[in-house]
């Protein structure tokens, strides 16, 4: 005799081959696994937490309630996952001197555009620039980059107020840029 | 408003007597870092492995376990 509807439906693990699910790894997976390769700065690391991520999304989707987009949804679960593996009193402490130092040496404007030679070179030279920021403006750059998000949805993805987001990314930025361009001009 | 400004990206032409030294090269420039970080997210593929392992892990997913599959 067939098992009810209902009970197949239970027990039936998620399957990718899903429409909806397919459609959610389709759509989202390269923006999860660009923020956790340049959060996590090894693309092995990076591998695990899409992995991851996702099947988390998976198991979790029927409780998807749709008060935000998929995609941050998705970053809210990536961004958790890296930040237990990275939280330690060093990352929590370090990274904040450093940016004070950034932003004392920063110049009041960074009109220059940020030039780049040898794009096979790109990777490397932005995961540096990253690496030298704090992890919350490494976040702030890296989702604001996302134009799928807003600055309600950045600002909820960090536990604060867009106005908040926007004064931080001003001074993100120009810890970036002076990075960045240390790292490429001779 | 998010803070936008126009990807620039030039190509630019050695001059002749360059060409003889050296190739054409191509300089980008990038007016925000969101733009140089959306350049590159754009050149960053996802490993196909990933999708491979996320459909191995789901045919393991273990089943509900009976005392929950029996209290619905």
């Not at chain 1, 930025?173 to 960045?180: D, E, Q």
Request: charged share 30%.
């Amino acid at each position: 005799m067939d098992k009810p509807v209902e009970q197949t439906l239970a027990q039936a693990p998620p399957d990718l081959a899903s429409e909806e699910l397919s459609a959610l790894y389709q759509e989202n997976s390269r923006e999860i696994y660009y923020l956790t390769l340049r959060l996590l700065g090894d693309p092995q690391r990076a591998e695990d937490a899409t992995h991851d991520v996702f099947i988390r999304a998976f198991r979790k989707w029927n409780e998807f309630r749709g008060e935000s987009s998929p995609r941050a949804w998705l970053y809210r679960i990536a961004i958790n996952y890296c930040s237990n593996l990275r939280q330690s009193w060093h990352n929590r402490n370090v990274f904040a001197t450093e940016d004070e130092i950034l932003e004392k040496n920063a110049p009041a404007v960074t009109a220059s555009p940020l030039r780049v030679l040898e794009i096979k070179e790109l990777g490397g030279r932005i995961q540096k620039a990253l690496d030298g920021l704090s992890e919350e403006y490494r976040l702030l750059l890296l989702l604001v980059a996302d134009k799928e998000l807003s600055y309600e949805e950045v600002a909820s993805l960090t536990d604060q107020t867009p106005d908040a987001v926007r004064g931080k990314l001003h001074r993100a930025r120009k810890a970036f840029t002076l990075l960045f361009q240390k790292d490429t001009e001779p | 408003m998010k803070y936008e400004k126009k990807f620039l990206a030039r190509e630019e032409q050695a001059s002749e007597s360059q060409l003889q030294s050296e190739s054409q090269r191509t300089i980008h420039e990038f007016a925000t870092p969101e733009d140089v970080l959306r350049f590159d997210a754009k050149q960053t593929a996802v490993p196909d492995t990933v999708a491979k392992r996320l459909k191995r892990s789901l045919q393991r997913q273990p089943q509900r376990p009976w005392w929950k599959r029996w209290l619905g």
